[in-house]
């Protein structure tokens, strides 16, 4: 096995352009891991996604233990088509409380999954498998189109202030029929374009020159574009000058501390202060209790999402408890 990654170690040229290849192996031996090819394989398979799961450019060695229900890729594959089918998937919305009023008017759509023989399973767990087998492109059309019904049917209820954020993964931000399919959805539901937005990762955008275009005609468009889980992914901060960036979210790695850790408090006073010198909205992630938002409100952090406020909760949940009540609440509920 170190032969072959040191073989991978170098790079090599085609078509005169530098590459660099970092292998990830699964491993399954006969014939304690499998009787025949189709065991193996699938074995190797399961294998080879824990590499991938925690982070790549490694090799792992089968273990039984590794064939309970949510770590079978392979089942889980085949579950996640029939769920895009049989309309097992929904959004639920977590509100972002804007620290000077009080008020929610703008919501994270996240995606939930309650398969009928699993039960619910954990975007974590779908996600990561979605993008390796490239299913999040269908599902992530889903949740396009999902969310702009509801904003539409939001709109049709006289909430017309309000803005949802969908989660795009770096592989479909990369397809490009991204942005032909959000203006078809947006046209298609007659919403305005200023209540969507989307929430990107740092690692989805590394490349420049490829995501300098596709922001420009999501911003042209006229959607807002959060960085999610900032702090975490880049280490070149030159993109916040460059891309037509709206909202940095403050990942929960720094609020989680921001108590007991000088460090995390001090990495998020600084992201607060960059977002407001860089005219953005700042937004804190994860937020669970009320020190933290005592802090953050102390350091002019703009809006609040966590589970003190609220969980992601169905569309209808979230009507009741805030589009409802954000009409008749005046000061701030914390
Ligand atoms: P994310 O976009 O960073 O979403 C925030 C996650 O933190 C959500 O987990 C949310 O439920 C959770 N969260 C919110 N408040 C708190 C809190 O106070 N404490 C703690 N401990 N957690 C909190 P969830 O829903 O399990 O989603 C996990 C990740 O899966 C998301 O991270 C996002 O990367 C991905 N994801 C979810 N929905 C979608 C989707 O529709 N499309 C894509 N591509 N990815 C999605
Ligand atoms: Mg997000
Ligand atoms: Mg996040």
Not at 110 to 137: H, K, M, N, Q, Y
Not at 254 to 260: P, T
Not at 294 to 319: D, M, R, T, V, W
């Amino acid at each position: 096995m170190r032969k072959v990654f040191s073989a991978f170690s170098q790079s090599f040229y085609f078509n005169s352009q530098e590459y660099y290849i970092s292998p990830s192996v699964g491993i399954s031996m006969y014939p304690m891991d499998g009787k025949d090819a189709e065991m193996l394989i699938k074995n190797a398979d399961e294998a080879l996604f824990r590499v991938k799961e925690r982070g790549k450019a490694h090799y792992q060695f089968y273990r039984t233990d590794m064939n309970s229900v949510f770590t079978n890729v392979v089942t889980l594959e085949t579950h996640l088509r029939k769920a895009i089918e049989q309309d097992e998937l929904s959004l639920f919305y977590q509100p972002q409380i804007d620290v000077a009023t009080g008020k929610a008017k703008s919501f994270e759509a996240l995606l939930r999954w309650d398969d009928t023989e699993f039960g619910e399973i954990s975007p974590s767990v779908f996600i990561p498998l979605a993008e390796d087998t490239g299913l999040i492109i269908s599902i992530g059309y889903w949740v396009i189109e999902t969310a702009c019904r509801q904003i539409s049917a939001w709109n049709d209820m006289g909430f017309n202030d309000i803005r949802v954020a969908i989660n795009i993964s770096p592989k479909q931000f990369q397809h490009p029929n991204l942005v032909p399919f959000i203006q078809s959805m947006i046209e298609k539901y007659q919403i305005r374009a200023s209540s969507l937005g989307i929430e990107i990762t740092e690692g989805a955008m590394h490349d420049m020159k490829e995501t300098i275009p596709i922001l420009k005609k999501v911003k042209e468009l006229g959607i807002s574009i959060s960085v999610d889980d900032f702090g975490t992914g880049y280490s070149s901060l030159s993109y916040l000058k460059q891309f037509p960036i709206d909202v940095l979210k403050i990942d929960q790695s720094f609020i989680r501390d921001i108590l007991k850790e000088e460090k995390d408090a001090a990495i998020t006073s600084a992201i607060i202060h960059l977002g407001k010198s860089l005219g953005l909205e700042v937004v804190a992630e994860g937020v669970e209790n009320k020190q933290q938002v005592e802090f953050l409100a102390n350091a002019n952090c703009h809006k609040i999402q966590g589970y003190y406020f609220s969980k992601p909760i169905s569309s209808s949940e979230l009507e009741k408890q805030f589009l409802v009540k954000n009409t008749a609440w005046g000061k701030p509920r914390y």
